[in-house]
């Protein structure tokens, strides 16, 4: 029996007679299925071995009961164990005749002990916060929110004549870098643009939020068979692959819901830093090509060249 599940209120004493009563009900028990098996046998006529079968039979029942009223007896004896763990059928694990091996029983008791203490003690440091007095109580955040400006709400749909105006400014910002709109599926503006003669970029807008970039070369084809611009192939170059991943990044970079105009021109003046593409060396290694790659990455900030190595 494990440590710790007698408890004082138990009789030890009734507690190993009843164990005893236990071990004779069970042989007692044992005897009745022993003689429903042997059956009529060692008497010489039919007559005598019913009698002797029934005899026998009634002898062990007879058993059987007088131990069951033993056993009962010497349980209201024991006494009731104690309730300061009630952990339900969970005691029935400290029968476990391997308890060394699997010791369940004592690790739950151990852990519902402790769940115990953390709530007493959660118990008394919340009173002790409720005691302090706070700076900001709920009356006076509720003042001060209704004191707080509001914020302005933002929308995804603006006019479609608000977003030609933004790119047709953004267009002019940027003389070596021409931009192409069209609207193929109703309001949404699909971007050509082109960056000299280095690279074209298929820019996806929702509005003027950009959910998609493709970067291909300058002379690769970005239509479809039908006259579509061709949002879904890649490039055949590794070098503008590369860019596409980065142009995706700088989508994650530049965010301001609040000003969609802006982040619109902060990412074309990232991406025009790409005019020098084959041309700038790379600002922490100095070489030009790194495993035959030109620096691909822009600083998002002083749009300086680095290899994707080379910028971690």
């Not at 090509?289 to 990455?297: H, I, N, R, S, Y």
Request: with cysteine; charged share 20%.
């Amino acid at each position: 029996m494990a440590e710790g599940v007698l408890s004082p209120g138990v009789n030890l004493e009734a507690f190993s007679q009843a164990i005893a009563a236990i071990q004779a009900l069970r042989s007692s028990v044992t005897r009745v299925f022993d003689c429903l098996k042997d059956g009529m046998r060692n008497k010489e006529t039919l007559e005598g071995r019913e009698k002797g079968f029934v005899a026998t039979f009634q002898e062990s029942l007879h058993s059987v009961s007088r131990d069951l009223g033993e056993l009962e007896r010497l349980s209201n004896l024991v006494g009731k164990p104690s309730e300061n763990h009630p952990l339900h059928n969970s005691g029935l694990l400290s029968l476990d005749p391997v308890q060394d091996k699997t010791p369940l029983y004592s690790q739950l008791l151990q852990a519902y002990k402790w769940s115990n203490k953390l709530q007493y003690h959660a118990g008394l440091a919340s009173g002790l916060l409720n005691q302090q007095s706070l700076k900001r109580s709920a009356n006076q955040m509720g003042v001060s929110a209704k004191r707080r400006p509001k914020a302005q709400p933002t929308t995804l749909v603006l006019p479609p004549q608000y977003v030609d105006d933004v790119i047709n400014r953004i267009d002019r910002m940027f003389p070596e870098m021409s931009i192409q709109l069209s609207r193929p599926n109703g309001t949404s503006a699909m971007l050509l643009v082109t960056l000299g003669k280095v690279l074209k970029v298929i820019v996806v807008m929702r509005s003027l939020f950009i959910d998609r970039t493709i970067v291909k070369g300058y002379n690769e084809n970005v239509y479809t068979e039908d006259g579509k611009l061709d949002i879904w192939s890649k490039s055949n170059y590794q070098v503008f692959q590369k860019v596409t991943d980065h142009a995706t990044t700088a989508l994650l970079h530049y965010q301001l819901p609040q000003m969609p105009d802006v982040v619109v021109r902060s990412f074309m003046t990232w991406l025009r830093s790409y005019i020098k593409l084959f041309q700038a060396p790379c600002q922490r290694c100095g070489k030009f090509l790194q495993d035959g790659l030109p620096p691909t990455w822009r600083d998002f900030r002083t749009l300086e060249a680095f290899h994707d190595t080379c910028r971690q």
